[in-house]
Nanobody, 129 residues
């Protein structure tokens, strides 16, 4: 059973940066596409980024392009989400999720959160001055 644990969230001022981590255990991440999702208070969970297991392709939602960077280190069984130029509207609980798939990231992203098989419990990011 794959288990995912997010970390790296916290309180940051607007314009600041964070690096979120998604550490996996129980199974190698090599075969899993990984997505980052977020859920702001009172809003639905939305996908923000995805990385393929096979071709290294990535996907970003329009709202985060240019500010979020997803990467993976299979040797460490960890996926990262580097976030810069944080905005108050980035405030949310950030979740990572995994699905065993070799599809390109853009394909995974179009399938939405329901395609994901495994979820972490999330890490809270609060952007406020």
């Amino acid at each position: 059973q794959l288990q995912l644990v997010e970390s790296g969230g916290g309180l940051v001022q607007p314009g600041g940066s964070l690096r979120l981590s998604c550490a996996a255990s129980g199974f190698p991440l090599d075969y899993y596409a990984i997505g980052w999702f977020r859920q702001a208070p009172g809003k639905e969970r939305e996908g923000v980024s995805c990385i393929s297991s096979s071709d290294g392709s990535t996907y970003y939602a329009d709202s985060v392009k240019g500010r979020f960077t997803i990467s993976r280190d299979n040797a460490k069984n960890t996926v990262y989400l580097q976030i810069i130029s944080l905005k108050p509207e980035d405030t949310a609980v950030y979740y990572c999720a995994a699905v065993p798939s070799s599809a390109p990231a853009a394909v995974i992203a179009t399938m939405g959160r329901n395609v994901m098989d495994y979820w972490g419990k999330g890490t809270l990011v609060t952007v406020s001055s």
